[in-house]
T-cell receptor, first 113, second 111 residues
Framework: EPEVTQTPSHQVTQMGQEVILRCVPI?????FYWYRQILGQKVEFLVS????????KSEIFDDQFSVERPDGSNFTLKIRSTKLEDSAMYFC???????????FGEGSRLTVL | QKEVEQDPGPLSVPEGAIVSLNCTYS??????FMWYRQYSRKGPELLMY??SSGNKEDGRFTAQVDKSSKYISLFIRDSQPSDSATYLC???????????WGAGTKLIIKP
C-alpha cells in the first residue's frame, strides 16, 4: 500500500542550527502539507503546498520556516534557526485533491537542545 | 470557547464493548469531518472521512455527524485491544485544509 515516508525519524540539533525535514508523498498526490505536534498537545497545521507554491500557512509558519519541492518526489520543511520551542513531531501529509483525504507519514521527531 | 472540544480521557473499556467517542465544535461552517487514530509516537492514521451530515460505516467503525448539534461521533463495535490508541477528530470549513484538531481521546481496551 502506498505511504508517505519521512526522514529522519528523529533529529537532535543545537539551538540556532538549521534543520531540513524530508518527506516523500504518495506518488500520485498533488497536495502536500506539514503539521506539527508538540508532545502532549494538539496537532497544528503549518502549511499547505500545491503546484509548487504555498497555498495556505498558519501563524506558526513564520519566516524561519520554508518549504520546497526540489524534485518530483521530495517535499521538504526547512527550519532556518531552530529554537527550543520548535521541539515537536513534524508530520507530512498528502492528498490527491483539495479537500481530499489526508494521508500522514510517521513523523520526524525534532529535539532542539 | 475552543473551536473543537474533545474529552482527552483516558477511556477504558473491556474488550468487546461498544466504544463511543465524541467531539463538539463551534464553527457552523465546518463541512469536512475526519477521525484519525494515532498510536504512541506514530503519525495520525485516517479512519473515517465524512462530508457534511450523516452516517458512514466501515467495518467495525461508524462515524456520525450532526451538524445541527455541532456534534460528531465515532463508534467502534466489538472493540479489540489493538484499538487502544488516541483517537483524534479533525474538521475544516473548506478544502484549503487548515484542519482544526481535537485534543484526542486516549482509548484503552482491556483484554
Amino acid at each position: 500500500e502506498p505511504e508517505v515516508t519521512q526522514t529522519p525519524s528523529h533529529q537532535v540539533t543545537q539551538m540556532g542550527q538549521e534543520v531540513i525535514l524530508r518527506c516523500v508523498p504518495i506518488s500520485n498526490h498533488l497536495y502536500f502539507y506539514w503539521y506539527r505536534q508538540i508532545l502532549g498537545q494538539k496537532v497544528e497545521f503549518l502549511v499547505s503546498f500545491y503546484n509548487n507554491e504555498i497555498s495556505e500557512k498558519s501563524e506558526i509558519f513564520d519566516d524561519q520556516f520554508s518549504v520546497e519541492r526540489p524534485d518530483g518526489s521530495n517535499f521538504t520543511l526547512k527550519i532556518r534557526s531552530t529554537k527550543l520551542e520548535d521541539s515537536a513531531m513534524y508530520f507530512c501529509a498528502s492528498s490527491t485533491r483539495d479537500g481530499g483525504e489526508l494521508f500522514f507519514g510517521e513523523g520526524s521527531r525534532l529535539t532542539v537542545l | 470557547q475552543k473551536e473543537v472540544e474533545q474529552d482527552p480521557g483516558p477511556l477504558s473499556v473491556p474488550e468487546g464493548a461498544i466504544v463511543s467517542l465524541n467531539c463538539t465544535y463551534s464553527n457552523s461552517a465546518f463541512q469536512y469531518f475526519m477521525w484519525y487514530r494515532q498510536y504512541s509516537r506514530k503519525g495520525p492514521e485516517l479512519l473515517m472521512y465524512t462530508y457534511s451530515s450523516g452516517n458512514k460505516e466501515d467495518g467495525r467503525f461508524t462515524a456520525q455527524v450532526d451538524k445541527s448539534s455541532k456534534y460528531i461521533s465515532l463508534f467502534i463495535r466489538d472493540s479489540q485491544p489493538s484499538d487502544s490508541a488516541t483517537y483524534l477528530c479533525a474538521m475544516s470549513a473548506s478544502s484549503n485544509y487548515q484542519l482544526i484538531w481535537g485534543a484526542g481521546t486516549k482509548l484503552i481496551i482491556k483484554p
